[in-house]
T-cell receptor, first 111, second 111 residues
Framework: SQTIHQWPATLVQPVGSPLSLECTVE??????LYWYRQAAGRGLQLLFY??????ISSEVPQNLSASRPQDRQFILSSKKLLLSDSGFYLC??????????FGSGTQLSVL | EDQVTQSPEALRLQEGESSSLNCSYT??????LFWYRQDPGKGPEFLFT???AGEEKEKERLKATLTKKESFLHITAPKPEDSATYLC????????????FGDGTTLTVKP
């Protein structure tokens, strides 16, 4: 069966520090991969999605970036975090145009 | 631009008191409408996919319905364990599987 792993669960970082969040999927090949961010009490905002290795589409201009070095690995990065980067970050995968399977999320606090 | 509006923002019910959650959407060429359940601090979990007006899906105390402009999530005789945030999302026919989410309805069921 398919599983998705996302870590860390909680992260507290100072303003201006770098960020790296990692997500891996098991049990499927060539999934679509997504990074979403959720503000408190709000819905999910799509940040990046990928349909294949090295193929990244950005939905929202910001100081975050994403990479897909392997078929089932998706990484969210920043060189210098801002206060506004705080939030709940979710990685997800899907088969093409199908339901999303989410990881457990990372609660990021930038102080 | 695809848009999803959910109402009410919050709903408090007594155990056994049935009600409905609303999801209104605007999308160019609906590919699918999705309902997810999200518990605090966790990633959303898939509940239903609806593809065309008139379609209905059921799972335990939940039933989802779809018209050309909105979807309803009916909750019959809810229990405290149904307390969660319910998210609605749409996929348009040409957006490569990207989902647009509403802000969710937070349901609290009191015993």
């Amino acid at each position: 069966s398919q599983t998705i792993h996302q870590w860390p669960a909680t992260l507290v970082q100072p303003v201006g520090s770098p960020l790296s969040l990692e997500c891996t999927v098991e049990g499927t090949s060539n999934p679509n991969l997504y990074w979403y961010r959720q503000a408190a009490g709000r819905g999910l905002q799509l940040l990046f999605y990928s349909v294949g290795i090295g193929q990244i589409s950005s939905e929202v201009p910001q100081n975050l970036s994403a990479s897909r070095p392997q078929d089932r690995q998706f990484i969210l990065s920043s060189k210098k975090l801002l206060l506004s980067d705080s939030g709940f970050y979710l990685c997800a995968w899907s088969a093409v145009q199908e339901k999303l399977f989410f990881g457990s999320g990372t609660q990021l606090s930038v102080l | 631009e695809d848009q999803v509006t959910q109402s009410p923002e919050a709903l408090r019910l007594q155990e056994g008191e049935s009600s409905s959650l609303n999801c209104s959407y605007t999308v160019s060429g609906l590919r699918g409408l999705f309902w997810y359940r999200q518990d605090p601090g966790k990633g959303p979990e898939f509940l239903f996919t609806l593809y065309s007006a008139g379609e209905e899906k059921e799972k335990e105390r939940l039933k989802a319905t779809l018209t050309k402009k909105e979807s309803f999530l009916h909750i019959t005789a809810p229990k405290p364990e149904d307390s969660a945030t319910y998210l609605c999302a749409v996929q348009a026919g040409t957006n490569a599987g990207k989902s647009t989410f509403g802000d969710g309805t937070t349901l609290t069921v009191k015993p």
